[in-house]
Nanobody, 125 residues
């Protein structure tokens, strides 16, 4: 399985970005694909995921109402639309895949089997 993340960049506070994750190398019916982020000096934290079979979603409290995750199963793509960005959203964002996803499972780093490279998101104040 390979995951290719893209879409990061530099934006001002209040701006928007859309991250994309392209998945390949498997059929992803039973997977969840999501995004983690890691800021300098901080632990990696789960941001959002989407279950590709049932469409269940998870959002960290810090991004609820601002971020929206979606998927295009025909293209094996997952998107994270990030609106109303804040400086505290600045981090390296990683795309990750959970192979045998249980609906509405917690977003734990150890449950995710595959990881892509990070894409940097920087929000200036």
């Amino acid at each position: 399985v390979q995951l290719q993340a893209s879409g990061g960049g530099l934006v001002q506070t209040g701006g928007s970005l859309r991250l994309s994750c392209a998945a390949s190398g498997s059929t992803f019916d039973d997977y969840a694909i999501g995004w983690f982020r890691q800021a300098p000096g901080k632990e990696r934290e789960g941001v959002s995921y989407i279950g590709l079979r049932d469409g269940d979603t998870y959002y960290a409290d810090s991004v609820k109402g601002r971020f929206a995750i979606s998927s295009d199963s025909a293209k094996n793509m997952v998107y994270l639309q990030m609106n109303s960005l804040k400086p505290e959203d600045t981090a390296l964002y990683y795309c990750a895949a959970e192979r045998l996803h249980v609906r509405n499972a917690p977003m734990l780093r150890g449950l995710f089997d595959y990881w892509g490279q990070g894409t940097q998101v920087t929000v200036s104040s």
